[in-house]
Each structure stands twice: as structure tokens, then as C-alpha cells.
Nanobody
Framework: QVQLVESGGGLVQAGGSLRLSCAASGISRSIDVMTWYRQAPGTVRELVASINSGGTTNHADSVKDRFTISRDNAKNTVYLQKNSLEPEDTALYSC?????????WGRGTQVTVSS
């Protein structure tokens, strides 16, 4: 059974930084795409960034130049480095992975940015 566990969330002041991690376990196949999403209360879920197996990344316009997604294939882990955080970045951040025959989601980690 594939499981994803996110970590690294918390409370941070505006302008600060956080690094989120999402570790996948129970998967024996290569992971194609790893993605970070976020959802603030009362809003729809937003794709933050994604990275494929070749290292090609895609970042939402709202986080470009502030957030960076990366992955460690040996550890089946995806990271999200978040700099220059703003109160608008407050949300539940969750990750997902996709492979040839399936996909899986984590439960998320809360990030709260105070002004």
C-alpha cells in the first residue's frame, strides 16, 4: 500500500522560509510525476508545483521565484522550498504522486504565515 507523509509545515512570519517534504513508501515502481497542491479554507485546491521523473518542473505563477520544487528519486521524496512567504500562502499543503498504474495523495501539512 502506497503511503505519502508530508512534513515541514508550521507557523512562520511573513518573509520567512519553510521547506516541506513528502516521502512516499510502499511503492516499487518508478514515480512519474510528483506534485504539491494547497488549499486555503473556502477556496478550491490549487496546483503549486510539479516535477516529472526527468526533473522538469512547473510552478504556479503565484509562487514563481519564491517556491522551488525538487525531488530525490533514491528516497522517493519530493520537496518544496518556500521563501519570501506571504500571509496569502497560508493553506493546507498536500502532495500527490503518479506512476504508470496509479496515483496517491497525502493528508497534508498546515502552513500558516502571520503578517
Amino acid at each position: 500500500q502506497v503511503q505519502l507523509v508530508e512534513s515541514g509545515g508550521g507557523l512562520v512570519q511573513a518573509g520567512g522560509s519553510l521547506r516541506l517534504s513528502c516521502a512516499a513508501s510502499g511503492i516499487s515502481r518508478s514515480i512519474d510525476v510528483m506534485t504539491w497542491y494547497r488549499q486555503a479554507p473556502g477556496t478550491v485546491r490549487e496546483l503549486v508545483a510539479s516535477i516529472n521523473s526527468g526533473g522538469t518542473t512547473n510552478h504556479a505563477d503565484s509562487v514563481k521565484d519564491r517556491f522551488t520544487i525538487s525531488r530525490d528519486n533514491a528516497k522517493n521524496t519530493v520537496y518544496l522550498q518556500k521563501n519570501s512567504l506571504e500571509p496569502e500562502d497560508t493553506a493546507l499543503y498536500s502532495c500527490s504522486i503518479a506512476w504508470s498504474s496509479g496515483s496517491s495523495w497525502g493528508r497534508g501539512t498546515q502552513v500558516t504565515v502571520s503578517s
